[in-house]
């Protein structure tokens, strides 16, 4: 059974408590990299006023059913869609927003669309990020700092391309797919009447675009607040991931774990902030109570 353990030190009947938090450096690792092979462009033609978004459902190295995104890096394009596609320069009101799906969204071609949002950049204009010209294959990079499932979906979406421009993705097509973790060899497209599973025409590179996804290990759930409510112990905490939570107690901090005692138990659904109620631990006449939040 592995474990991630917080421990902190609770007075009984005090308002507030002591929380002795434990942070570890985590190494990094790359779990998505589809970066070799550059084939060609996909181009939305001016996509303005409607936002076009597209990008790849993928499958991440390990076996970890989650993982904490650290980093995102996307290949990207932006052009003048005549004769000469560096000629000139864009307007920089041209906007770019990266986001993160669930697969959880209605049935398109028989495959779970994007649906549930996981994270989103929000909107930058290409001129705040630094862009001044037109270019065939630049690097938009993200620090996203959030729990994913294995298996997801992430998009790019453009808006306000004016007429005379075009915006898109770099497809980066490997026979044997990415060099890490995995893909469908087609793209989640939406021009504005809802997600499309776009396919390459046969002859052409498949639809997979440049990017990659750095992780490391997830953050170990941290409790960022205690309260009472009665007689009952309130806990908040962050960084929760999809398990069965334990909160474990002692009135002797050295005792070995085996011999605490089990005082909660929470299964939690999500990934994120959760909150874990310990019922009738708080007794009048005991200095105080220590308790071990355990992950299994």
């Known amino acids: 059974m592995s474990e991630r353990i ?37 181009y939305f033609n001016n996509a303005n006023p409607v936002p076009a978004a597209a990008g ?13 995104i650290t980093s995102f890096q996307v290949q990207f394009s932006l052009i003048n869609s005549g004769a000469s596609p560096l000629s000139g ?8 927003e990266a986001s993160f799906y669930d697969n959880n969204g209605s049935l398109v071609s028989g495959y779970p669309s994007p649906g549930s949002l996981i994270w989103t950049s929000g909107f930058s204009s290409m ?18 700092g959030v729990i994913v499932p294995r298996d997801f979906t992430w998009v790019l979406t453009f808006e306000d391309v004016p007429s005379g421009e075009s915006a898109g993705l770099g ?26 599973l776009d396919e390459a025409a046969p002859g052409n590179p498949g ?15 941290s409790i960022i607040g205690t309260s009472l409510a009665g007689t009952n112990l309130v806990l908040n905490g962050t960084y929760g991931s999809v398990g069965t939570y334990y909160v474990l107690m002692s009135t002797n901090v050295a005792l070995p774990l085996s011999q605490w005692t089990p005082v909660a138990t929470n299964a ?5 902030n959760f909150t874990i109620t310990v019922t009738d631990t708080v007794t009048r006449g005991v200095p105080q109570r220590f308790y071990i939040l355990q992950t299994q």
Request: glycine fraction near 10%.
């Open 268 to 272: 939690l659904s999500t990934s994120g």
């Open 207 to 221: 639809l997979q675009f440049g990017a990659v996804l750095i992780a490391r290990a997830n953050p170990a759930p």
């Open 56 to 68: 790849n459902e993928v499958v991440l190295a390990g076996s970890a059913t989650a993982q904490y």
């Open 127 to 144: 001129s705040a990020i630094g862009l001044a010209t037109f270019t065939q294959g630049s690097t938009l990079t993200y620090n996203p």
């Open 6 to 42: 917080n421990t902190f030190l609770h007075h009984a009947l005090a308002v507030g408590a002591m929380v002795l938090l434990a942070q570890n450096s985590q190494s990094q690792t790359t779990v998505y990299n589809n970066t070799l092979g550059y084939n060609a462009n996909f």
């Open 89 to 96: 320069n864009p307007t920089g009101s041209e906007k770019v």
């Open 171 to 196: 497809l980066f097509s490997e026979p044997s797919g990415p060099s890490v973790g995995g893909n469908f060899d087609d793209a989640w497209v939406n021009s504005g009447s809802g997600w499309q």
